[in-house]
C-alpha cells in the first residue's frame, strides 16, 4: 500500500476512503495453481475461459419420448425404436412414425427434435401413443444453452463460491490460478489486558477483540497469525511488529494508537514506517489508522469492541479484499423501513445494530436497545447494520434506510 496517504484534519465518508485506497491499493502479485478442492474462498488470477459447449450436445430436460414433430402420425402412434439414456446415446436413425425412449439429459439424436413428456404418453407394446401434438424443441435443451464455447465464464478477481468451483468443472478445469492468500498477524496490547480462562486481576479485562479480528480476517480467507498479547511496553512493541512484518502482508491492531501515557502502538508504528489517521465520518469507529511497516500493511482499528467490526466491515475488509486481488471489494445493500425512532445528530453515518423482519411484503428493521460500542453482546443479537445517512434527521418509523446484512460480509 502506498505511503502517501493525506486524509487531513476533515473527517471523510466511507465512500471517499474507498476511492482513496482504489487509487493507492494494488493486489499482491503471489499467483499459485490449486486443485479445485482447494479453491473455495479463494481469488481467482485470471479469467477462465470455457474450451467447450456446456452442455456439449442437445439433450432431454425430461423422461419421454423422442420424435420429429412434423412425422408425427394423427393417430399420435409411433413405434419405439430404441433407447437414449444419459452416457449411452442412441446411435440409429429415427424414421417417421418411430421414436425412442429417452431420459432425461440423454443425448438427443440429431434426426428428432422433441420430447414428448411419458406423462403425456400411454404404452402399448412395442409402440408409444402420444397424446399431445409438441413443437419443434420442446422439452430439448441446445447444445451450449449453458456456456458456449469460448466464453468468459469466470472473471478474474471472482472470490471463488461453491458454484464457481462448480462451473469451472464443468468446463473442464481441474485447477484454477488464485492469488496466494494474505498473511497476516494480529495482535493486542495492554496491561489490563488477559487471555479467556485465566483468573482477571484487579482492573483486569478479558481479551476479546483479537478473537474477534482474527474470525473476521478468517472469514474472508487471510492465514492469520495470532501474535498474543503484548504489553504496554514501547521497545517490546517495536521488536514484535518489525519481526511480524519480515512475514506477514498485514498487522492488525485494536486500540493502542491513541495519545495517552501508554498508547505505544503508534510510536513503534512510525519508528519502523509510516502511520496516517484516518477521521471516518461513521459511528462508531471515527478514527482508524493505515499505515505501512517495511511492506507490510498497518491497519490499527478502534479499540471498542463494536467499532471494531464496524470498521473492519465497512473499510478493512474492501482494503484487505483489493489486496487479495478481489475485484468486488463493496457490499451490497438493500432498502429497509426503520421499525423505530431514533435521534440523529447530522454530520456522520451512523451505523445501528439491526434485525429484518417481514410484513406487508416489505422489510423492516428493528434496533437494538443501546447505541454503545462496547456492548458486543449486541452483534450477536444483530443480524446486519441499518446506515442512517449524514444527512438524515431523526428516524422515525417508516423511513427508508439501507441495510447491511451480516450474510452479505461474513461469508
Known amino acids: 500500500m502506498s505511503t502517501d496517504f493525506d486524509a487531513g484534519k476533515a473527517m471523510m465518508s466511507v465512500e471517499q476512503a474507498l476511492d482513496l485506497l482504489a487509487q493507492r491499493v494494488a493486489p499482491r502479485p503471489r499467483v499459485e495453481e490449486l486443485p479445485l478442492a482447494q479453491c473455495l474462498g479463494k481469488v481467482l488470477a485470471q479469467d477462465v475461459v470455457s474450451p467447450l459447449n456446456v452442455p456439449p450436445h442437445d439433450n432431454s430436460a425430461m423422461d419421454g419420448y423422442a420424435f420429429t414433430a412434423a412425422h408425427l402420425p394423427e393417430d399420435g402412434r409411433l413405434r419405439r425404436i430404441g433407447r437414449s439414456a444419459a452416457g449411452h446415446p442412441f446411435a440409429g436413425v429415427v424414421g417417421a412414425g418411430e421414436c425412442i425412449r ?20 400411454t404404452i402399448e407394446g412395442d409402440f408409444v401413443v402420444v397424446a399431445t401434438r409438441p413443437k419443434p424443441g420442446t422439452n430439448c435443451r441446445k447444445a ?3 456456456v458456449a464455447q469460448g466464453a468468459v465464464v469466470l472473471k478474474s478477481g471472482t472470490r471463488l463460491r461453491p458454484q464457481e468451483i462448480g462451473l469451472a468443472a464443468a468446463v473442464g478445469r481441474a485447477a484454477l490460478p488464485v ?20 483468573v482477571l486481576p484487579p482492573g483486569g479485562i478479558y481479551d476479546s477483540n483479537r478473537y474477534t479480528a482474527c474470525g473476521l480476517l478468517q472469514s474472508i480467507g487471510i492465514q492469520v497469525t495470532d501474535l498474543g498479547i503484548l504489553p504496554d511496553d514501547r521497545a517490546a512493541i517495536i521488536a514484535a511488529l518489525d519481526k511480524a512484518a519480515v512475514d506477514h502482508d498485514v498487522i492488525l491492531t485494536s486500540g493502542g494508537v491513541s495519545v ?11 519508528a519502523l514506517g509510516s502511520l496516517h489517521f484516518w477521521r471516518l ?31 473492519f466491515l465497512l473499510l478493512a475488509r474492501p482494503l484487505l479484499l483489493r489486496l487479495m486481488g478481489a475485484a468486488d471489494t463493496v457490499p451490497a445493500t438493500v432498502p429497509v423501513r426503520a421499525d423505530f425512532s431514533f435521534r440523529h445528530k447530522s454530520g456522520r453515518r451512523e451505523w445501528l445494530r439491526a434485525r429484518v423482519v417481514g410484513r406487508d411484503g416489505q ?49
Open 179 to 198: 492469488h496466494v492468500p494474505l498473511r497476516a498477524a494480529v495482535f493486542s496490547t495492554g496491561d489490563e489486558i488477559n487471555l479467556p480462562g485465566t
Open 260 to 270: 495517552g501515557d501508554e498508547d505505544h502502538v503508534k510510536a513503534a508504528v512510525e
Open 363 to 411: 422489510l423492516w428493521a428493528e434496533k437494538f436497545t443501546s447505541e454503545s460500542s462496547g456492548v458486543l453482546s449486541s452483534m450477536v443479537w444483530a443480524e446486519g447494520l441499518v446506515a442512517v445517512p449524514e444527512d438524515h434527521g431523526d428516524v422515525t418509523p417508516g423511513d427508508v434506510l439501507r441495510y447491511l446484512s451480516f450474510a452479505e460480509v461474513l461469508r
Open 144 to 146: 451450449g444453452e449453458d
Open 281 to 311: 465520518a461513521i459511528k462508531p469507529g471515527k478514527p482508524v489508522a493505515l499505515g505501512d511497516i517495511r511492506g507490510a500493511t498497518f491497519i490499527g482499528l478502534p479499540g471498542n469492541p463494536v467499532a471494531v467490526m464496524v470498521v
Open 102 to 121: 429417452i431420459l432425461t439429459g440423454a443425448v438427443v439424436p440429431d434426426s428428432v427434435d422433441c420430447v414428448a413428456m411419458q406423462e403425456d404418453c
